[in-house]
């Protein structure tokens, strides 16, 4: 529901939903994927991007695929 209010959608459909459900979950990976690598290597970078969610920015990738290019 968070992912739908942001971008306005107050009585969602079902497909919206499904579309919403998919992205937060893909989003879930990601952020899994990224507290999951090596923390000697990218630690850095991680912690970079904590403290720019707590500026209020969203410095995360959204996709595995994308947090998997940051990282390279």
Known sequence: MAILKKEGVTNPTT???KVAKK???EEFFTIL???LVNCQK???A???MENAMLQKK???PNTVSDASRLLD
Do not use: A
């Open 33 to 35: 994927f990224m507290y």
């Open 23 to 25: 992205k937060s979950v």
């Open 15 to 17: 497909e919206q939903l």
């Open 42 to 44: 990218y630690g850095k």
């Open 58 to 60: 969203d410095p995360f």
């Open 46 to 48: 991680i912690e970079d």
